[in-house]
């Protein structure tokens, strides 16, 4: 009787397709393993660096309920970067090498976070469009086929929700205030909207990276099916604030049941992740700065962890 042997790589595919969750220990393909580290790596970075457009306001947040609210909201974003490097120390990358990639440029991390936050307006706007894009991005990953980076998503979503309510918050605040407040936050929404809908990334046509991830299962939906649901989620919220969304192109389309809307200035989105966006050299430098000034910190800490285990070692040598 003929036997059907299946190989490695088919049996793997068949638990992705069974949706069986791949763990650290599991057998994988390289690529698969590759493309994991690649992306876990980024968001992880992007966690890191989008702690600084925010917290360039904290100490001229308007009250002290602002401030401590955007403090902890970026010390949030700091422990989801360290669930992620965690997570992607799990696939065997080593967390100093993936630092030493981002400060010199190698690694890439979200186009969004080298624009600008120019106004209190941008706190609000940041909380609501950039945390919303975070969250429709997020919450298929809580089901993506690695298991740790599926864990690490489930606590991350719950604080993003928080993050997106504040920023909603802020921006409902602005918009029932003063017409200077109303107007503050229009021209945010202006200068955020289109980086915000590149946070997707390229459209599908143009994604090297898409059809395999999704056979993998480590994305669930595509870059412009997220951008479609994206443009579907926010406009109503746009018009109960009262705002309008700047493009001229935006219009219901029954037969989709979803919005049509303008294409994306690509030219621009690959000028940013290629390093010359606005803020691309500020935003390095000021990571590279935390990262030396935060030596002390890391040596003090691995000095106590050796005393420690030192320690440790004494009292089960003396038992
Ligand atoms: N910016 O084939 P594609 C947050 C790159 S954290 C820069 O579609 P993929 C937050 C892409 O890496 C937000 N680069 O790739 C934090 C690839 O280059 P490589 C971050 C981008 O991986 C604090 C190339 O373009 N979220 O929201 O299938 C405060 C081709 O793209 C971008 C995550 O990282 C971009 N926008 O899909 C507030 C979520 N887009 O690597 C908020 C997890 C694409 O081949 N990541 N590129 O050299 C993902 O879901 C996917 O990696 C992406 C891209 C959808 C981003």
């Known amino acids: 009787m003929e036997t059907l042997e299946l190989t490695q790589e088919e049996q793997f595919q068949a638990r992705i397709d069974a949706d069986v969750r ?3 220990k599991d057998w994988m ?16 970075h992007s966690e890191l660096v989008g702690m600084l457009p925010e917290g360039n306001w904290i100490t001229r947040a308007p009250s002290l309920k602002r401030k401590s609210i955007l403090l902890s909201k970026v010390q ?7 669930y992620l490097y965690s997570a992607a120390e799990t696939l065997g990358a080593s967390r100093d090498q993936m630092l030493a990639d981002l400060h010199s440029g190698k690694a890439k991390y979200s186009s969004i976070f080298n624009y600008p936050t120019l106004s209190w307006a941008d706190m609000g706007t940041v909380g609501w469009l950039v945390d919303g894009a975070a969250i429709l991005n997020q919450v298929p ?18 604080e993003e929700s928080f993050h997106q309510r504040q920023g909603f918050e802020i921006m409902q605040t602005l918009c029932e205030g003063a017409p200077e407040q109303k107007a503050m936050a229009q021209e945010a929404l202006n200068r955020w909207w289109w980086p915000t809908l590149m946070m997707f990334g390229p459209k599908d046509a143009d994604s090297p990276n898409t059809a395999q991830s999704m056979n993998w299962r480590i994305k669930r939906f595509t870059n412009d099916e997220l951008r479609q649901k994206f443009v579907d989620m926010m406009v109503p919220q746009a018009e109960f604030l009262g705002l309008t969304v700047p493009d001229p192109n935006l219009k219901w389309n029954d037969t989709k049941n979803g919005y049509d809307f303008g294409d994306v200035d690509w030219e621009e ?16 430098g000021a990571r590279v700065k935390a990262h030396e000034e935060g030596a002390w910190v890391r040596e003090a800490a691995l000095a106590h962890a050796a005393k420690r285990k030192q320690r440790a070692e004494q009292a089960e040598a003396a038992q």
């Not at 949030?76 to 360290?82: I, K, M, S």
């Not at 990953?141 to 489930?154: D, K, Q």
């Not at 989105?269 to 390095?284: A, E, I, Q, T």
């Open 22 to 24: 791949i763990e650290p």
């Open 29 to 44: 393909p390289d690529a698969y393993r590759k493309t994991l580290i690649r992306q876990i790596s980024q968001h992880a």
């Open 76 to 82: 949030d974003e700091a422990g989801h970067g360290l």
């Open 141 to 158: 990953l809580c089901r993506t086929s690695y298991g740790p980076y599926a864990r690490a998503m489930v606590r991350v979503c719950k």
């Open 269 to 284: 989105f690959w000028n940013v992740v290629k390093g010359n966006g606005m803020c691309n050299k500020d935003r390095l």
